[in-house]
């Protein structure tokens, strides 16, 4: 693939490099078109998206000089490997690896070594998918393969007649996928490889025009990520919740293992192979389970969790005009956040350099042993700003107005990340509301619950806003520190005052500040008293403030954090809100086996406590 010589038969790697840039963007420009006839495997609006991503990383992997056609193909299979996502653009990446491994070092590389070459990768992108479905992008890549004539001299002449197959295979493929028919449409990634046929045989067929023809302005203004409101509908509720996948590398990654391995967690299954890299896509119930099994097969470079059922019920059911959003920080159970179309960015949780999200790719339980490992050397880090953007991209397709609310911006960059990331939405007139709400844990929960009741109600978009910002005073937490290590280790308790600490075995009680900052509310010396200054101090809230709601949340403690909540409950005459697990981010710096009580108050103003 590129500039022919006179004999028509070897491939110029300048050439070939701007072919492949020029088929990635000729994908990049139809991304929304792609994204609104998606509707298989299911209806979810971003194979154009994923596509767009995969093409951004050949783009950008190809923008230098290469020795030879064999560094042109091992470049390129290795940047889509990297940046595919989604099922199309993984099936399109284990393709281009198994076009690159056919490519030897030292070879003219003549056009029956193209066709030869293409025709063989049909196999590999096959193998990745579980289950092959026909009337996909796989269809469409072997018509092209198979149509490409190895006995033509000229490639320009193959090229434009496997074109011509490629393209009628996409038009076939609502006869053999009725989902397709149903909503007269093609293939979303078949259509997909199509165009990148499209602009790469252009390219080929411009013998002896090799100037660079990319526009990096125009590529980054392509690929800013909007998934567009898609018309399609999911036919039903989806078996599996979370579109997962995961980047991994390591030595001799071999396919058929990874399958294996993961075969019984889901549905969907695609393994992309390279030659130290392995991206899989399934659609599974226990992402945290994939990436524990997958942590056996090598070390993980990237993951992703999307939650499809929310995505579902949104499509579907979407039951307020205002979106809510928060990141899990906010303990609350799941299936209020689901029940209440909740949208919650995940913090990320860093250990032994590979970075999880929480309460989605990584348990509570996990977290603890892996910690115990790692000697407390685990740290967090807010969402990225383009998880956050493409957030709000989705968001404002479907909702009038979007509110925000975070974990304390003195504890975390979350706010400020969050802030940024909505810059571009609001200057296009979208109406998003970020709050602060100065707590953490359950106590941001409760604050999220009562924004969720009001939007329920039918409360205003600002008057909502407001009241938030009011609760925000009426809102408590206390944590009971039963382990003093990760206090020490994340700075909470600095030096000597922290080793001091520990040798006396003290037990603090620690809050929030009205900035949510950290504040010790006293210690005691013993589990016991301990609980006993916890609920003295819940006393003295219920005889200042009436107490509307609570909610107890621990860290790897159950069975302490339900003998407290019949204590509380035996005070205040009513039973938690709801018990649970706390966020892992809070307990890295609050300790395994804390307890806490975030309380919810009359809408006055509070008397020190």
Known sequence: MGELMESNRVIDKEQLRLAFQQGAISVINKKKSLNDMNVFPVADGDTGSNLASLMQGIIEETGQQFQSIKEVFDAVAEAALVSARGNSGIIFAQYLNGFAKQIEKEALFSSLNFVESAKAAVKDAYAAIENPMEGTMITVIRAWAESLDAKEADLKITLSRGLDNARYALKETPKQLKILQKNNVVDAGAKGFVLFLEGFTEMICRQGETE????????QEQLSVDVSQSH?????????????????????LVQEEIKALLQDLGDSMVVATGSKKARIHIHSNQPAEVMRRLRKMGRILQQKADDMLLQFEVNTNQKYPIALVTDSIADLPAEFVLKEQIHVLPMNLIINDVNYLDKLTIQPTEFYEMNRVENGTASSSQPSLKAIENLFSYLETRYQEIIVVTVASALSGTYSSIKEGAKKFQKKGTKIAIIDSKQNSAAEGLLVMEAAEWIAKGESFDTIVARVVDARATTKILVSVNQLDAMIQSGRLPGIVGKIAQKVHLKPIVSLNEEGGGSVEGVTFSTKSNEKRLLKEVKKMQRHHSIKRYAIIHANDEKRAKRFANQVKAELGFEPHYLMEISTVVAMSAGEECIAIALSMEDREMEEI
């Open 212 to 219: 660079s023809i990319i526009d990096s302005a125009l590529i």
């Open 232 to 252: 399609h509908q999911f036919d039903s509720v989806p078996l599996n919740r979370y579109c997962t996948e995961v980047l991994i590398e390591g030595e001799d």
